[in-house]
């Protein structure tokens, strides 16, 4: 029930009530009692230079991301899957944190331990803002496991021809990422912060891979404010209090 999957097909119909914002006249109040949950995604990085998946540029060498991130890819074709995900460190260490990043560590601040941001992100660049209660769903771009001993560890490297192997026991040694029709990490602290938060912020995904995409439901059903940022409407803006259209370097910094 938590595996990564993509929602095909669906488009929402935006409720004619929803609230929306600008990009300058937008805030966010919290009282000293408001613990903010925030989800972001691809968006957030997408002004640091890194592409988006969706987006226009989001295929690579003609792949989708659902074709070379899964485990049948991996079975399939490993030395493609590890050049997807070495161009990809590749990017993310000439990339820099922007706008967005900054703020979000900035009202995490103020906030400390009633900030909690959930991230389907695998860069670094949350943490390279100054962002110190980061949870990464999808996994960590900068980290690989050894199949068989399963044990995270960290790892700069790009595997462009040679494919590497574990030093203890000679299994495959493949990327720290949840794949497609793999379970998202730490999916039960993330509920129970859920379960905590009285407002939850979505930056810059576009609703679509679950089970991200359902926190706004879950948050609906606590009644608690929840807020969308990104240039356009995700698939699920329906489920959203407010929606505010611009970018995250452009809005984040002013909403608190
Ligand atoms: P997508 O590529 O599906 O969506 C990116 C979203 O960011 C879109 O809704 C854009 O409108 C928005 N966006 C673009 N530029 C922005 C900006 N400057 N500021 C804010 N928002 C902006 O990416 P995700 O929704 O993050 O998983 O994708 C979810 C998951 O699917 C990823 O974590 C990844 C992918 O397959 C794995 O690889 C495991
Ligand atoms: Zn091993």
């Known amino acids: ?3 990564l999957r993509l929602h095909r097909g669906f488009r929402a119909v935006v409720r004619q009530t929803m609230k929306r914002g600008r990009a300058d006249n937008c805030r966010m109040e919290l009282s000293a009692e408001d613990r903010l949950f925030v989800l972001t995604g691809a968006g957030i990085s997408a002004e640091s230079g890194l592409a988006t998946f969706r987006g226009s540029g989001g295929l690579w060498n003609g792949h989708r991301v659902e074709e070379v991130a899964t485990p049948e890819a991996w079975e399939a074709n490993p030395e493609l899957v590890w050049r997807f995900y070495s161009m ?3 990017d993310a260490m000439a990339a820099q944190p922007n706008a967005g990043h900054r703020a979000l560590a900035k009202v995490e601040e103020r906030l400390g331990e009633r900030f909690y941001l959930c991230t389907q992100n695998v860069d670094d660049l949350h943490e390279r ?3 110190q209660r980061v949870h990464h769903m999808h996994g960590r771009l900068f980290e690989s496991r050894c199949e068989r001993c399963a044990v995270p560890f960290v790892d700069t490297a790009l595997y462009e021809s040679v494919l590497p192997m574990c ?4 299994h495959a040694v493949r990327p720290h990422i949840v794949w497609f029709g793999e379970i998202p990490l730490d999916m039960d602290g993330i509920y129970a912060e859920l379960d905590r938060a009285t407002v939850v912020l979505v930056v810059g995904t576009s609703g679509s891979v679950y089970p991200a995409a359902g ?3 879950i948050a609906n ?3 608690i404010r929840t807020m969308y940022v990104g ?3 995700p698939l699920n803006a329906h489920a959203f209090d407010d929606i505010v259209l611009g970018t995250a370097a452009e ?3 002013g909403l608190w």
């Open 167 to 170: 030093e203890k026991c000679g």
């Open 251 to 253: 809005v984040l910094p």
């Open 129 to 131: 803002a100054g962002s």
């Open 231 to 233: 240039p356009e409407e």
């Open 215 to 217: 926190f706004v439901s």
């Open 88 to 90: 990809r460190r590749r």
């Open 1 to 3: 029930m938590y595996a």
């Open 221 to 223: 059903r606590r009644r």
